[in-house]
Every structure is written in structure tokens, then in C-alpha cells.
């Protein structure tokens, strides 16, 4: 069997935000700001979903780039989370050395769009903590089972002398438990029920009626 792959260490800006919201207020200063410095110290890995580096009169895209520090610590760059981007443009009189060689010498603007953060070394170094949301109750079909057992029990309890079906039975539990129960899992609800009235396993009226 071939192994599940690791999840990605990797988190959209949306839930960059959501964990900034969660530590708001607790003396943590501007998250965002903190962020920033970060990126720019090397100390945070990001990417970007798709990078538009403006060269000379061209434009190249790059797709899930990693994004270099030295993009962060372009001057006036502009980081907006609430936008998911980043832009900066090149200093002309101090470029970085990473923007003159290869194919991006000539670089003068680069425009970063849906970034994501490496989300353990984003806690870390921010000194914050992620909340997960409390996930919803699973019910497996053998809770829905005995539920629907105990309910035909509770039905056999108060109307002893009732001739009813086992069909009419059936048409009720899978109204009550709508999308939970279906026939089979009322047949096997049933089975269970009828072991503490087996009177009910007859056909015709309960005995002594």
C-alpha cells in the first residue's frame, strides 16, 4: 500500500488571518508587521501561488514560487494579508544582487498573489498559538441503529396492546430518523428490539388481546 503523503506544512493567507484573529489582544503587537520581519530575516518560508516579476518591458510568471527573502526586503514593499499579495518595486540606486543575474537582471517590480506561510515556523517565531475548530460529532450507523432500537422499545412500552405492523413500524423510524436509517438498519434495529418483546416477532395481535 503506498504511503499517504505528509500534509503541507503551508497555510493560505485566509488562515494566516483567522489564526492572527484568534491571538489579537493578547499582547502580541502588529501580527502582521511581525510577520513581515519574519519573512525578511529568512526565518518564515512562503510562497506564491503565482509571482509577476516585471523585467524591462516583459513580464515573467512563476507559479508556487518559493519566494526569496530578498522579496520581502525590497523597499516599499508592500505586504496586504486582507488582499492576499505582496508588491514591491526594485531600488534602482540598490538593487539586490539576486535581481541583476540570470533572467531576472532587469528586474524593476515584482507582485506576489495568493501566498501561503509555512505555518509552524509562523507560530514559532510569532510566539502564538493555533485554535483548531471542535469538529462536528461523527455518528456512526450503529449509533442510529440503536437509537432507532431503543425508540421501538420505548414504542412496544407505552402501547402494549396496539396492533401495529412491523411495515407501519418501519415507515415511521425511517420518517424519524431521516436520512439516518434506512431499511436495513431498521431490520437490524428491530431485530434488537424484539429480543425484550418477543411477542412482537408474531404475526397478529400480542398475546393476551
Known sequence: MAKLAAPSPLVRTKDVLIIFGQNAGNGNGNLERRLLLGLQKG??????????????????????WPIPEWVWQLRGG??????D????V?????PPTQACEGELAGLWKVELRELKFHKPEMLRNLNISAVSPPSAPVHSKSVFIGNCADWL??????????MKTKEQFQR????????????????AAWKTA?????DRSKPGRPQGT
Do not use: M
Not at 415511521?172 to 431490520?187: D, M, S, T, W, Y
Not at 424484539?194 to 418477543?198: E, G, V
Open 90 to 94: 526594485i531600488d534602482e540606486f540598490a
Open 172 to 187: 415511521e423510524a425511517i420518517e424519524n430518523f431521516q436520512g439516518k436509517l434506512g431499511p436495513a438498519g431498521f431490520r
Open 153 to 162: 422499545k420505548a414504542e412496544f412500552g407505552k402501547h402494549p396492546r396496539v
Open 43 to 64: 526565518l518564515i518560508r512562503s510562497q506564491a501561488r503565482t509571482a509577476h516579476l516585471s523585467i524591462a518591458n516583459r513580464e515573467i510568471r512563476k507559479y508556487n
Open 78 to 83: 508592500n505586504l496586504i494579508l486582507l488582499e
Open 85 to 88: 499579495r505582496f508588491h514591491g
Open 194 to 198: 424484539i429480543q425484550a418483546f418477543p
